[in-house]
């Protein structure tokens, strides 16, 4: 009861001035649009990672949304980590690229490269790298080693960037020399139709795995991450979409091959790193850096999904647990870290074992029924609240709802995911702490859909 209530004390408050929070940067941007840092002469130049394993069947679909990015000077790195489809081959014949011959620096450990192939395509340099089979963290640390620009973004190849991401997520890095790191906004794409990195149209959501990640992704992305965000206090960069200051990723080694949660690695071991040496930095979330990226559409892939999710962040966390409670890391140390080992580690523990032994205790004659549905209901009722609140300011800042029939289904679907779904997602995490020597360096795959656009240009034509 008492970590409920804590949970919705710090969950009310992280609303609360997160809406602030919004309300303020949205003003920000706009005084920041009428200066120079507008020009888009003065954006820094970016290179694109897109690691991919098995990925011919959306590789191309990313490539293609990439390409129409609403961006001065940038260039795309699809690094093929040895797969065993036909990935590199999709890419070469659609694009038309030449193999050539190119020396790799070795700025941070990787594997070896098979070929190297590359063409400028309006401007834009696309490079394709095949490699050793390595992992996500050695693709990635592939990836650094070809890119030539300062800033590198990591980008899944399942993901479709918003034709203005790039703009959105490097403004830090404009208006704050100290930034070393910007995490994007991801949204779900399932559902949603996009031409060039534009919203076409907004399907509404039909299966029920797709709507509660939604609502999900709702919670996440725009209340904790924006909080944190006020104190330099975000322990993850999400994988799919990032922004990192390539001479920084240098300093702490690059990624580290030896964990699946790469991503909340390589930002921990930055705070840990920049703490350490006493240099003033800045760890970022860009809330309009939107990224709609594929979630998992059958219980399988979710289970695979969350349990690799879980190993990652048990092992950054074990990794790093020098930093817990430690005065020396300031907020990271004594709030940020304590709150990812107690609220996003051990809640899955929490959540499952605690409801079985307050139901176990009633049956056994310890709890009347009166505590017992008290129990329940505030558990519920939080759960509810939150996932409400979660929803209307989505739809307060995005407007990326399409209806109002959309918007009550979002909510009705918020009271009905406390029902079954939350605790499934917290028994799939808890199967983490027991697979965990073997799934850690498993790429995690889900089955993937082609993008939504070729279904609607199918329905439209028969209209």
């Known amino acids: 009861m008492y970590y409920i209530f804590i949970y919705a004390v710090v969950f009310f408050i992280s609303t609360v001035y997160s809406v602030l929070q919004l309300n303020e940067s949205k003003r920000k941007r706009g005084f920041s649009e009428a200066l120079a840092i507008?020009?888009?002469?003065?954006?820094?130049?970016?290179s694109i990672l897109v690691p991919a394993y098995n990925e011919e069947k959306t590789v191309n679909d990313c490539i293609e949304s990439l390409l129409s990015l609403d961006y001065k000077e940038f260039e795309i790195i699809v690094i093929d980590d040895g797969s065993n489809d036909d990935t590199s081959k999709v890419i070469i014949d659609k694009?038309?690229?030449?193999?050539?011959a190119r020396p790799i620096r070795r700025l941070v450990k990787c594997k070896k490269e098979e070929f190297v192939?590359?063409?400028?395509?309006?401007?834009?340099?696309l490079t394709l790298v095949r490699k050793e089979n390595g992992g996500k963290a050695d693709a990635l640390n592939m990836g650094i080693n070809v890119s030539r620009y300062p800033?590198?973004?990591?980008?899944?190849?399942?993901?479709?960037?918003?034709?203005?991401?790039?703009?959105n997520i490097v403004a830090p890095f404009m208006e704050d020399d100290t930034t070393i790191a910007v995490g994007g906004n991801i949204k779900v794409a399932n559902q949603v139709v996009l031409e060039n990195g534009r919203v076409k149209k907004i399907l509404p959501p039909k299966k029920l795995l797709v709507i509660f990640q939604t609502i999900e992704y709702y919670r996440v992305f725009l209340t904790t991450r924006v909080w944190f965000n006020s104190f330099n206090g975000n322990l993850i960069i999400s994988g799919a979409f990032g922004l990192f200051k390539k001479s920084c990723a240098i300093n702490v080694g690059g990624y580290d091959t030896n964990t699946?949660?790469?991503?909340?690695?390589l930002v921990v071991k930055l705070h840990s790193f920049y703490r350490k040496n006493k240099i003033k930095y800045n760890i970022k979330y860009a809330?309009?850096?939107?990224?709609?990226?594929?979630?998992?559409e059958t219980f399988k892939d979710l289970k695979g999904q969350r349990r690799r999710w879980h190993i990652g962040l048990m092992t950054s966390l074990f990794n790093h647990k020098y930093i817990f409670l430690n005065p020396k890391y300031g907020f990271v140390g004594?709030?940020?870290?304590?709150?990812?080992?107690v609220y996003e580690l051990f809640s899955c523990v929490i959540d499952i074992f605690g409801l079985l032994i307050i139901i176990v205790s009633y049956f056994a004659g310890y709890l009347n029924i009166k505590f017992l549905a008290t129990f329940l209901?505030?558990?519920?009722?939080?759960?509810?609240?939150?996932s409400v609140t979660s929803v209307m300011l989505e739809n307060y800042v995005f407007r990326h709802i399409p209806s109002i029939t959309t918007l009550l289904k979002l909510i009705l679907f918020s009271i009905v995911e406390s029902f079954g779904y939350r605790q499934l997602c917290s028994f799939y995490r808890l199967t983490g702490f027991i697979g965990y020597k073997k799934y850690k360096n498993k790429w995690n795959k889900i089955t993937r859909i082609k993008q939504n656009r070729i279904k609607y240009e199918k329905e439209t034509s028969k209209e």
């Open 38 to 46: 507008n020009n888009k002469e003065n954006y820094i130049p970016i």
């Open 95 to 100: 694009f038309k690229l030449k193999r050539v």
């Open 117 to 125: 192939y590359e063409r400028f395509i309006n401007n834009i340099k």
């Open 151 to 167: 800033l590198f973004v990591s980008l899944d190849a399942d993901s479709i960037l918003q034709y203005d991401s790039l703009t």
């Open 260 to 265: 699946i949660g790469e991503d909340m690695d």
């Open 287 to 296: 809330y309009d850096a939107i990224c709609w990226s594929q979630v998992p």
């Open 334 to 341: 004594i709030f940020s870290f304590m709150y990812f080992v």
């Open 377 to 386: 209901l505030v558990y519920i009722l939080y759960s509810v609240i939150i």
